[in-house]
């Protein structure tokens, strides 16, 4: 797999901006299939930097209810949160 096909899109919000700040992270929405070591090599090929640690957190597809009967689902996702070696940086929107 490329790391296109991998790696989703990045996170942007008030959490993934302050794990970025604080203990140098960046998360992604990942392929629902990628497993930890696909994520490290795909990070590494795509933004030239080294990875030291992968956490991945999965949120499971839940129904949606309306006065108890169901009306359809929520989609499930994949992300992981990836934390980059001392001295690199991946940046999204700096100087914007």
Do not use: C, W
Not at 9 to 18: F, H, N, V
Request: proline share 4%.
């Amino acid at each position: 797999m490329s790391y296109a096909n991998i790696l989703i899109k990045p996170l942007i919000s008030e959490k993934a901006t302050k794990a970025k700040e604080e203990s140098n992270q960046v998360i992604f929405f990942v392929a629902p299939k990628a497993n930890k070591i696909e994520i490290k090599a795909a990070v590494e090929e795509a933004f030239n930097v080294k990875v030291a640690e992968v956490n991945v957190v999965r949120r499971r597809p839940l129904k949606r209810t309306r006065h108890g009967r169901p009306t359809g689902h929520i989609a499930g996702y994949k992300k992981a949160y990836v934390t980059l070696a001392e001295g690199d940086k991946i940046e999204f929107f700096e100087g914007v």
